[in-house]
C-alpha cells in the first residue's frame, strides 16, 4: 500500500516498479514479480542517466528474474513430462514456440528491407522435399561440386560479395568489398555471365528447368534487370556473415553445399543448422540470419533464389512487373 502514492505520483517510477516485483517476489508469486520486473527494465531503458543505486538495484533484479524463469522453464518441462509429451517429438514450430513462451527466444519475423508483401507465412526453412526439382539437383551435386572446385583453384571472375552502389549510400557493412567472402555469377541482373557459365555447363544445365517463367511457385524469378541471380559463394576460413535481413520477402534463397569443410553453420531466425554437403537449405533470407565458417578451409556453395510458393501466379506477374518497373524508375 505504501507503493501506491508513490507509483501514483509517477507510473513509470523504476525505484517503485522494483520493490513491487520484490514483493510478489519474496510472497512467491512468480509471474506477477516478472511482470513488475519487466516494467522496471523497460522504464529504466528511457532514463538517460541511472544512479549508482538503480544500477545496482536493477542487477539484483535481473538476477531474481533468471531466477524465475529458470523455475518457468523447469515447470513447464515438468508440465509435459506429466502429459507423456517429448517437446523434441512434437517438432520444431513446437520447439520453438516453447522456447519463446519462456523467454529463450524472441519471435523471429520477416523484416525485408526494401519490399514487403503481406499475408505471407513466417517461417524460416523451407522442406527441399516439397520442391519437385530438389531431389535432381541433389542427384546433379557430383558434378556442380567438381566445377566449383575448379572455380576455387582459379579464383578469376570472382568478386567481393559485398559491393558499395555507384550511386546511392550503403549502410556499413564488416565484408565491404572484403575478398573473404566473394561471389562467382553465373548470372547477374537476369542474364548470364557468359565467362563465367561457359566454365560451369553442368552447373547451369542442372538449373534450366527452374528458369521458366509460366512454371508453379518455387521456380527461379525471371524479372528484368534483376533476376535470375545464380553464383558460387565463397566463404574463406573464419569468416563470420553478420546477423542481416535480406530486401525481399517475396522470394526464398537456396544454398546446394558443395566444398564444406566441418564448423560451418547457417543460422536463420531462431534455427540453427549445420551446413552438410550436397543437403538443399532453403530459407525466408527477410528473416534474420547470419553465417559461419569457423574452420581452417575454404566453404563454397551454390546460391539461388526462387520465388516462394505461396505466391499465386497473378501475384507472380504482378511482382514481376512492379520489380521491373523500380529497376528502370529515374534511370533516364
Known amino acids: 500500500a505504501a507503493l501506491a502514492p508513490l507509483l501514483g505520483q509517477d507510473p513509470e517510477n523504476p525505484y517503485g516498479l522494483l520493490m513491487h516485483g520484490d514483493l510478489h517476489n519474496r510472497d512467491g508469486d512468480d509471474r506477477a514479480a516478472a511482470s513488475w520486473y519487466d516494467r522496471a527494465f523497460d522504464a529504466a531503458s528511457r532514463l ?37 509429451i517429448d517437446a523434441s517429438a512434437a517438432g520444431e514450430r513446437f520447439t520453438e514456440s516453447l522456447a519463446i513462451v519462456v523467454g529463450t527466444a524472441q519471435p523471429a519475423l520477416q523484416q525485408p528491407t526494401s ?6 507465412p513466417q517461417r524460416a526453412f523451407y522442406d527441399p522435399a516439397d520442391f ?27 568478386a567481393p560479395y559485398v559491393e558499395a552502389p ?24 537476369g542474364a548470364p555471365v557468359a565467362a563465367n557459365a561457359a566454365r560451369c555447363p553442368a552447373t547451369m544445365a542442372a538449373l534450366k528447368g527452374l528458369l521458366n517463367p509460366g512454371s508453379d511457385g518455387g521456380s527461379i524469378p525471371v524479372i528484368a534487370g534483376r533476376s535470375p541471380m545464380v553464383l558460387f559463394s565463397i566463404l574463406a576460413p573464419g569468416t563470420h556473415i553478420e546477423p542481416h535481413n535480406g530486401m525481399l520477402n517475396t522470394r526464398l534463397i537456396c544454398h546446394l553445399p558443395l ?33 559461419w565458417n569457423d574452420s581452417a578451409e575454404m566453404r563454397i556453395i551454390l546460391l539461388f533464389e526462387i520465388w516462394r510458393p505461396e505466391l499465386t501466379a497473378a501475384e507472380r506477374a504482378g511482382l514481376t512487373s512492379i520489380f521491373e518497373a523500380i529497376s528502370v524508375y529515374g534511370s533516364d
Request: glycine share 6%; charged share 25%; aromatic share 8%.
Open 115 to 120: 519490399f514487403y508483401f503481406p499475408g505471407l
Open 259 to 291: 566444398i564444406v569443410p566441418p564448423d560451418c553453420r547457417l543460422r536463420v531466425g531462431n534455427s540453427l543448422r549445420t551446413v552438410e554437403a550436397g543437403k538443399l537449405l532453403i530459407f525466408d533470407d527477410s528473416i534474420q540470419h547470419e553465417a
Open 48 to 84: 538517460e542517466k541511472l544512479p549508482a543505486d538503480l544500477i545496482e538495484r536493477l542487477q539484483r533484479a535481473e538476477a531474481q528474474r533468471a531466477a524465475i524463469a529458470a523455475r518457468f522453464t523447469a515447470a513447464m518441462a515438468a508440465a509435459l513430462d506429466a502429459a507423456g
Open 166 to 189: 555507384k550511386d546511392r549510400p550503403m549502410k556499413p557493412h564488416s565484408l565491404l568489398g572484403d575478398p573473404r567472402w566473394s561471389a562467382f555469377h553465373l548470372m547477374q541482373n
Open 132 to 158: 519437385a526439382w530438389a531431389a535432381g539437383l541433389e542427384a546433379a551435386y557430383p558434378a556442380i561440386r567438381a566445377e566449383a572446385a575448379e572455380v576455387l583453384a582459379d579464383r578469376s571472375g570472382t
